[in-house]
Antibody
């Protein structure tokens, strides 16, 4: 069955960067999009952006433009999300989620990666 | 950006009762590209409904979705103990994709 397995928890200093991975198995990686969604403690879900691996094209939410980079390695069926210039407000659980090309609802999710930003 | 507003914020109900959750969009959601997710503490969200009214694989038929345009509803008939959770709506018809703020269904 389809599984998305994310990298482990991270603790980062303000101003640094973090890169979270999401390895897919059980499906054809290139036939789907991979999105990144974050959830601050006790808060709701926030879409950050997504990538279409077969095209290598990524789109980002305006809020994260210039700070987030989403990439994908088709050879290893792994997507990555890198967030730079970290601040305390970026402390959150970061999820990857798989969606079809069209329509793009999220049918599988990774287990989440807690990123803590603290001095 | 389409803003999704969910109501109520919290719904206090007993097992066996019906839950009715609302999701209102600031502008029309194209092609009824509206999904509902359930999230339990410490877990990733789980897809319940897509296309406003289609149940995802393995989702019990006590969950149903309806609506179009700007007004959508998730109904849970005869609440089971495992249904007490937070529910989010999400639109995927335009970019950026956006989520509602969530409705918590709690045990009364």
């Amino acid at each position: 069955q389809v599984q998305l397995v994310q990298s482990g928890a991270e603790v980062k200093k303000p101003g640094s960067s973090v890169k979270v991975s999401c390895k897919a198995s059980g499906g054809t990686f290139s036939n789907y999009t991979i999105a990144w969604v974050r959830q601050a403690p006790g808060q709701g879900l926030e879409w950050m952006g997504r990538i279409i691996p077969i095209l290598g094209i990524a789109n980002y939410a305006q809020k994260f433009q210039g700070r987030v980079t989403i990439t994908a390695d088709k050879s290893t069926s792994t997507a990555y999300m890198e967030l730079s210039s970290l601040r305390s407000e970026d402390t959150a659980v970061y999820y990857c989620a798989r969606a079809g090309m069209v329509p793009e609802y999220f049918d599988y999710w990774g287990q989440g990666t807690l990123v803590t930003v603290s001095s | 950006e389409i803003v999704l507003t969910q109501s109520p914020g919290t719904l206090s109900l007993s097992p066996g009762e019906r839950a009715t959750l609302s999701c209102r969009a600031s502008q029309s959601v194209s092609s009824s590209y509206l999904a509902w997710y359930q999230q339990k503490p410490g877990q990733a969200p789980n897809l319940l409904i897509y296309g406003a009214s289609s149940r995802a694989t393995g989702i019990p038929d006590r969950f149903s979705g309806s609506g179009s345009g700007t007004d959508f509803t998730l109904t849970i008939n005869k609440l089971e103990p495992e249904d007490f959770a937070v529910y989010y709506c999400q639109q995927y018809g335009s970019s950026p994709r956006t989520f509602g703020q969530g409705t918590k269904v709690e045990i009364k």
